[in-house]
């Protein structure tokens, strides 16, 4: 098998958004896949609803955890099963483009020297074309990169197998929480790997102001002894030094500002 997509779920809520997550990968183009997908102990019917959506077009395996154990434990515990060279990433409440995993495949087969791809993306609320608002950074992001805001977004990103092997995938440890990903990418750029953005839109982000307003600033604390180890293991000081406290900071901006100076940081990247 070519492809595994990987989804962890916890209480998604809104069925209909569930379902419209999952089919974004069931009607793909690129049909030599697999989708995984770990339920982290939901009390509603998320398991359930990705349970009576088993389709004979393309495997769908489900777990469940009976406790909570975060997103990267349950990603991890997809790794673990998946059967593809390939493993993308997919959130439970966003939308994949029709093409998304063909073009990725295709970027990943012919630059063997990229270890993972990410893509553009566009916001929406409702519906994929519902807000002119994208998320974009950089092409070819570097370390250096990562000391403003991490220039991938995750949900985004087809990894090679060997690449998410090398660094032991996720962390589960609990000083991760809600900062997984960049853990895991700064800690890939500091082993040698490298990753790309394929410069077009083949992602719907979920935009959500209101969840986004009620994140617990302890995270802040999280993401900024993440950037603290990364960009030193990165090579990044003194200079990270600033960039790693940045966190305690930006959490008392609002969003809509933070926005704006990521656009023009990020214009000519």
Aim: aromatic letters at 12%; hydrophobic letters at 35%.
């Amino acid at each position: 098998m070519k492809v595994s997509v990987i989804m962890s779920v916890y209480n998604i809520g809104n069925m209909d958004i569930l379902e419209e997550a999952v089919n974004s990968i069931l009607e793909q183009s690129f049909t030599d896949l697999e989708l995984i997908v770990c339920d982290d102990a939901s009390t509603d019917d998320t398991y359930c609803t990705v349970k009576r959506m088993v389709s004979s077009k393309i495997r769908i395996v489900l777990l469940h955890n009976p406790v909570n154990i975060k997103a990267g434990g349950s990603r991890n515990r997809c790794i673990e099963i998946a059967h593809g060279d390939y493993i993308a990433i997919m959130d439970g409440d966003d939308i994949s483009h029709p093409d998304r995993i063909a073009k990725q495949v295709e970027f990943l087969d012919s630059h063997p020297d990229i270890d993972f791809v990410g893509t553009r993306s566009r916001y929406f609320e409702h519906e994929p074309g519902d807000s002119g608002e994208g998320y974009w950074f950089c092409s070819k992001p570097q370390k250096k990169d990562f000391l403003y805001t991490l220039p991938f977004l995750h949900p985004t990103i087809m990894f090679r197998r060997e690449a998410l092997e090398k660094v032991g995938g996720y962390s589960s440890r609990k000083l991760v929480t809600r900062c997984e990903d960049y853990d895991m990418l700064l800690r890939m750029y500091a082993a040698g790997l490298t990753g790309e953005n394929i410069d077009e839109v083949l992602y719907y982000y979920r935009q959500n102001r209101i969840s986004y307003g009620k994140r617990k600033y302890r995270y802040r604390f999280n993401e900024a002894a993440i950037k603290w180890r990364g960009f030193y293991r990165c090579g990044l000081f003194p200079i990270g030094i600033a960039f790693a406290i940045k966190p305690l900071i930006v959490g008392l901006i609002p969003k809509r500002t933070l926005d704006k100076l990521k656009k023009m940081h990020y214009k000519d990247c």
